[in-house]
Structure formats: C-alpha cells, structure tokens
C-alpha cells in the first residue's frame, strides 16, 4: 500500500510516511486505500490479547514492515508495568448500555501513550529502511499530553532527539510538571508564549520551510514530527476500536455485527479519525459523535459545514482540547472530497488566508451520515463529573466528561440508544485542582497545591493516586526555556539551558 499528500502530491511507503510526518505540500499523509477486516477476522479479535489485534491491524497497513519487526514492536510497546493493566485499553461499564474505554493506563497518564509507546520503534525501523543517517529530530507541539508522552517515547532512544513546544500558561500543573522534569540527554521542553495553535502553526511553519531543512541538515538531522499529523500516531489507534468492539462482544454488551456508538473528547481530530478509519475497514461502527470544548469549531463543523477560526480562543479545564485549527479533519475531508487532493489545498489555503471555508450542504449531508457533534462549556463539564460520580462512582477526567455530557445530549436529542462507548482520555489526576473543585466547589481547593488537591480527591472518592503523579513532588526541573512565539526557530538552535 502506498500513502499520498491530501493536498494530491507524493506517492510513499508506510514507513516513508512515518520518518517523514509530513509531506512536502504541506499535506498529510493518506493510505492509498482502507484494508478491509471482514465479519470472521474481527470476530477472531475476540480471542485475542490486545498485542495480537494490534499486529493484525498495523500489517494491515505498514506493509514495508515485517510481520516479526511489528510483532516485536508492538510487544516492546503495550507490556506491562508501562501500563498498569494488561488489557492496555480496558472497557468498563459506566451505565446501562454505556461503557467507558480507558486509555489513561500508560505511563503519562493520558491516551497519546497509546500512539507514542510505538512509534519511537516505527521511526528507527523507518530510519533503516530508508538507509538514513542523519539523528531524527522530533520536534513537537502539545496541548499538555503529546509532549510528555513523546518525551517519553523518545527518551534515550538512540538515533534520535525530542522538542517540545508547549503553551507556558496553556496547560496544567501536573502537565507542566511532567514535561519540565523530564530525564534523558536527548530530551527538551521549551514554553511558548502564546496559546497551543501559536505552538503548532510554528511547528508546522519550521516543516514547510526548506531553509529550516537545510539548516537542521548541516546539523546532520532530520526533522520529523510525532504529532497527530503522523500516520505513524494515527494507525496504533485504530486498534483499540477494534478491541473495545471485541470486548463489548466478549460481556454481551453488543451482538457481533451490530453497531456500537462512539462519543470521543475531540481537539486536532486524531482519536475520532482513528474511529472512522476503523469503521471504513469493517468495524461496525455505528455513529462517531465529536465532542469539543467550549472551543466548539469542530461542532459548529459538522452543523453547518463550514470551518471558520476567526473566533475567540478560550482556555478551559480540558486544554488538550483548546485547539482551533484540528489538524486531523484534514484527512477526513480528503475523503469527503472524494480524494482530490486540489479541492482539499484549496479549501486549506481558504482558510490560511482568510480563516474559513465551506464544503457545501451534499457533503455536510454525507458527514452527517456517519458524523455527531456537540460540545460542553466548563459549567456543563464540571456539572458532568459531579453527576456522573454522585449516580456511578466512577471518577472522570475533565476532557472524558466533555464526552459524557455530549452522549447525554445526543440521546436526549435523537433517541438513539444505540450501545454506546465514551473514550476517556486522561486519568482525573492529571487536573486533580478541577476535578476537585468540579465534585466539592471551589472552596475545597483554596489555597492548595495541585498535589495536595490529589490528596484531597483520593480522600473523598477512593480512587488511587497514581504512582507517576506521586513522583513528580520530588523530581527536579531540567527544563526552564521559554521563547516568544515568533522565536521558536532561534530558541531550538540555540544551546540548551
Ligand atoms: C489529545 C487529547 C484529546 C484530543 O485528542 P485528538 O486526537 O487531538 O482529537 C482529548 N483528551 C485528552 C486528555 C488528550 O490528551
């Protein structure tokens, strides 16, 4: 299977696409086409441990991968203690036909390990079998959860390097801290001051510019991103629909070949496209319903069928969603495009240049199809937690919370009662403050450190602190650069701190 740009050019291999992240149009990368898991294969996942689907669905894919380099990769990757439980992504019942698939059991705590435990053996395989040299040089821009998950991925792996570029007052504590105390001599963390689509339109600017390639390549590097915009990100999360799915069969909870509904918490698009490729290659996926922030462009999207940036930016208490320019709907409207890369450049220049573009009323309808969208502000988000914990006890994170309170709207809205499953994306200690503050009002968390409202919430719901959020209170900061927006260029080249 080859990859082509969704801006039309190239024509690569799986791991081409994977060293490269992004192609030289701009563009992403795009499988030429969607392998197809009939009814038997997927009933075969039910007895499979989730390292056995994952080898199934990324060959499926990476065809220029051996079957034993992705078997060993993917062992290396979703092993336990990295992540504490051995289902890797575990479904629970949260209420009636509603379930809860946890993707917060890796080592950073948040969904990108999912994506970001593989990918580090991807790239150097790529590397090999494209006979390059040159140190590949991660660069990232996060919205608090990829940068630690990458810096982690990447930590020490030889032949390679990881930056981060993250929003100084656009994360949380427990992000902040995760990223500044990050070991390893490989590793950077620099803050930018401005918001996340500051850091990432400056990242994706250092990509699209030859000048920036010549430079790193005197240096002898490659610069290579681990963003959602890498394929290599999007493909290990195709895997866990898949697994959920087989789960869901495995309790009962769906017959096989009827439809589940997914509500996933929504910023660059990512996690949701992985659904929808997921459903393009047999999954019977029922309905994908987005679910935004108080930064709704994405819900306003799929209402009206145009994108349109020039709105206010807001912070909210789920800032890996704090995204106006969600990256990933640029593979989706590939595909609603029919796959003509021209439409798709000129809609992206469209909105380059003026903020906004429109796909039309015929295919907004074809979206609709399959395609919900709605979005939660941080009254109804905070309202969200309490609710769910006073009638379930079950403890969500902000951004998961979103995505509750969506698929509470929606049913109320549609009556569709369709089994469904909420992708919870972080553990609740990483925002211990407003998920405290979410249960027990403001008050509570007067005055106290971020540590100590963990303390407090683990007191009054019984939900465990996890380990790695312990450890920051006495881990050392090694990373204090912070650079202007404009400046990331200047502050990568200059020596480290
Ligand atoms: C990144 C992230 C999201 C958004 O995922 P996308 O793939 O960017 O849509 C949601 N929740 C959490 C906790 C995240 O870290």
């Not at 060959?59 to 993917?74: C, H, N, W």
């Not at 009002?441 to 303390?455: I, N, R, S, V």
């Amino acid at each position: 299977m080859s990859f082509y740009s969704t801006r039309g050019g190239a024509c690569v291999t799986a791991s081409q696409a994977v060293l490269w992240g992004l192609a030289k149009d701009g563009g992403l990368y795009v499988p030429s086409m969607f392998p197809q898991l009939n009814q038997e294969k997927i009933a075969g996942f039910c007895q499979m441990s989730y390292q056995q689907v994952a080898e199934r669905v990324l060959r499926a894919f990476l065809e220029d991968y051996s079957g034993a380099e992705i078997e060993q990769a993917v062992h290396a990757a979703y092993s336990v203690p990295a992540f504490d439980d051995p289902a890797i992504a575990p479904v629970k019942r949260l209420d009636g036909n509603i379930h809860v698939l946890e993707l917060f059991h890796g080592p950073t705590l948040a969904f990108k390990d999912i994506a970001l435990k593989l990918l580090p053996y991807l790239v150097r395989l790529g590397a090999e079998k494209n006979e390059e040299h040159r140190e590949v040089s991660i660069l990232v821009a996060t919205s608090g959860d990829t940068g630690k998950a990458a810096l982690e991925g990447f930590r020490d792996v030889p032949g390679t390097s990881c930056t981060v570029f993250y929003p100084d007052h656009g994360v949380s504590e427990m992000q902040r801290l995760q990223m500044v105390t990050t070991e390893g001599s490989n590793t950077r963390v620099i803050g930018v001051r401005g918001n996340f689509d500051d850091a990432q339109s400056g990242v994706k600017q250092l990509f699209s510019d030859p000048a920036f390639h010549a430079k790193m390549d005197a240096q002898g590097k490659l610069p290579s991103s681990a963003n959602s915009i890498n394929f290599g990100r999007l493909v290990p999360q195709v895997v866990y629909y898949f697994t959920t799915y087989a789960a869901m069969v495995n309790s009962g909870a769906v017959r096989m070949g009827q439809p589940l509904n997914f509500v996933v918490p929504t910023g660059n698009f990512g996690d949701i496209l992985a659904g929808y490729y997921a459903k393009r290659m047999g999954l019977p996926v029922g309905r994908l319903i987005c679910a935004s922030n108080r930064n709704n462009v994405l819900s306003d999207f799929f209402t009206d069928g145009i994108y349109y940036t020039h709105r206010t930016f807001f912070q909210t208490m789920s800032p890996s969603m704090d995204i106006l320019i969600s990256s990933n709907l640029e593979r989706l409207l590939y595909e609603s495009a029919e796959r003509d890369g021209r439409l798709v450049k000129s809609w992206m220049d469209l909105l380059k240049d003026c903020g906004s573009f429109s796909i039309g009323a015929q295919r907004l309808a074809g979206l609709q199809k399959t395609f919900s969208a709605g979005f939660a502000d941080d009254q109804m988000t905070a309202e969200e937690i309490r609710r769910v914990f006073e009638h379930t006890g079950y403890l969500m994170d902000p951004h998961t919370a979103v995505a509750s309170h969506v698929l509470g709207k929606y049913r109320a809205d549609t009556g569709d009662h369709t089994p469904a499953v909420i992708v919870a994306t972080a553990s609740p200690y990483k925002f211990a403050e407003d998920v405290l503050t979410s249960l027990l009002g403001k008050a509570a968390a007067e005055g106290l450190t971020a540590f100590d409202c963990a303390d407090r919430l683990s007191a009054h719901t019984g939900v465990p602190i996890p380990s790695q959020i312990k450890a920051l209170k006495t881990l050392p900061v090694r990373h204090t650069q912070v650079c202007e927006k404009d400046q990331m260029e200047q502050a990568l080249f200059a020596p480290a701190e």
